[in-house]
């Protein structure tokens, strides 16, 4: 018997879930942890070992032949809790997993924990957090087990990497047929440039620039003090000033560098959302009443068109002061 079944078809999560899934079985009373992996053998190196899943038509990408693989795994196992990858795929299979099985699911959760309650029962229950009204407040939701959890990358470290590579066995599941959603090809999505998430300082531009060509001073800023640039929702998904891999926030990615400057961002919660973690948050707004100088550590009120400038002057004169 297996008390925890992990999956998502992106292999950093899928590490992150394993080293979950493994501290999870000893909380449950045992009984283990097994990675499910699809089709063919990743040599992903996890903390638990390796369930390959195959059938006689392809499974990767496939959410409804997916859904009906992990329920299958999962009966044979036994397990008391499934999870799965909070990404556009494992959303779907997470969703149809729990209708095939009757079971709850909490949704984006990180920080997971086994509660036992003592009884006649001894009934557990799995609880987690995650974020509620745009980011304002931390809720603790909970599903007595079994149950399923969908988990977003970077809620839990990977492990050291020393586990198995190798699938430790292979389950052979039924030809599922009968799809109402075909799949008719896989494109690879272009590579991001930047990762924002490893950056550890950020500069973010926000509506507050009034032309494209005028992002040159965030680009100059970041150069000057080694960091990388980002963009509130307005100037990458409505304007386009910036790509998509930039966008922080709610609905875009959440950040949490040593240094976030917020330059002409007026730090609505969708935003502030995806920047909480940040261990100190400047902010320059010309708004002195603008929500993000609620959440800065220090702010500056003033035009940007006038503190940039100003403070890239400061810094290369403290860089010439300095010498090479």
Known sequence: MV???AFSENPELARELSAAAAL??????????????????SGLESV?????????????????????????????EGSSLTLIGATRLGRQVAARVAVKTRRGVLSDVRDLRVETAEGETRVRTL??????????FN???????????????????????????APSATFETND???ERVRHIETRPKAKNTVDLRSATVIVSAGRGFRKKEDLVLVDELAEAIGGTVGA???????????????????????????????VGISGQLQHVAGIKDSKVIVAINKDKQAPIFQVADYGVVGDLYQ???????????????QGP
């Open 24 to 41: 999870l079985a000893d909380s449950l009373g045992g009984g283990g942890s097994l990675l499910v992996e699809l089709d063919a053998p």
């Open 176 to 178: 599922l047929t009968g």
């Open 307 to 321: 503190v940039v400038p100003a403070l890239l002057k400061a810094i290369q004169a403290r860089k010439a002061a």
């Open 48 to 76: 638990s070992p390796v369930l390959l899943v195959r059938s006689q038509s392809p499974l990767r990408g496939r959410f409804e032949p997916v859904a009906d693989a992990l329920v299958e795994v999962a009966e044979r």
């Open 232 to 262: 509130s929702r307005p100037l990458s998904s409505d304007l386009g000033w910036l790509g998509e891999e930039r966008h922080i926030g709610l609905t875009g990615i959440s950040v949490r560098p040593n240094v976030y400057i917020a």
């Open 127 to 136: 609880t987690g957090a995650k974020t509620a009204f745009g980011g304002k």
């Open 139 to 165: 809720a603790r939701v909970a599903s007595p087990t079994p149950c399923i959890a969908t988990v977003p990358l970077g809620a839990y470290e990977p492990g050291d990497g020393k586990g198995p590579s």
């Open 3 to 5: 008390s925890v079944l």
